[in-house]
């Protein structure tokens, strides 16, 4: 499957911004779809996931802020992302996993990975 990130940008703190991400060449649906970033001189950090029933689950820095949603007639998981910090400054990425997963996920469990998309958060 490939994933297509989009929406990053710049914005100011306490601004908004919408991520998008695309999936093409596999079901959607079934798919456990996941967020994390990467900010400059650190390692990638889980941001949020989307579990295929519907749940969703957010790091902690993250909660009451960014909200996942998916759109599985679209095949596109969204990241909404409010009230955003300089702290939020990183490379984002999207990443999909096709099977059963029944424990909180590590990097390694997704299969695919969108190319990440830059949002960046001045102060």
């Known amino acids: 499957v490939q994933l297509q990130a989009s929406g990053g940008g710049l914005v100011q703190a306490g601004g908004s911004l919408r991520l998008s991400c695309a999936a093409s060449?596999?079901?959607?649906?079934?798919?456990?779809m996941g967020w994390y970033r990467q900010a400059p001189g650190k390692e990638r950090e889980f941001v949020g996931i989307?579990?295929?029933?519907?749940?969703?689950d957010y790091t902690d820095s993250v909660k009451g802020r960014f909200t996942i949603s998916r759109d599985n007639a679209k095949n596109t998981v969204y990241l909404q992302m409010n009230s955003l910090k300089p702290e939020d400054t990183a490379v984002y990425y999207c990443?999909?996993?096709?099977?059963?997963?029944?424990?909180?996920?590590?990097?390694?469990?997704?299969?695919?990975w969108g190319r990440g998309t830059l949002v960046t958060v001045s102060s």
């Open positions: 989307s579990w295929s029933g519907g749940r969703t």
């Open positions: 060449g596999r079901t959607f649906s079934s798919a456990v």
């Open positions: 990443a999909a996993r096709f099977g059963p997963l029944h424990r909180s996920p590590t990097p390694a469990d997704f299969g695919s």
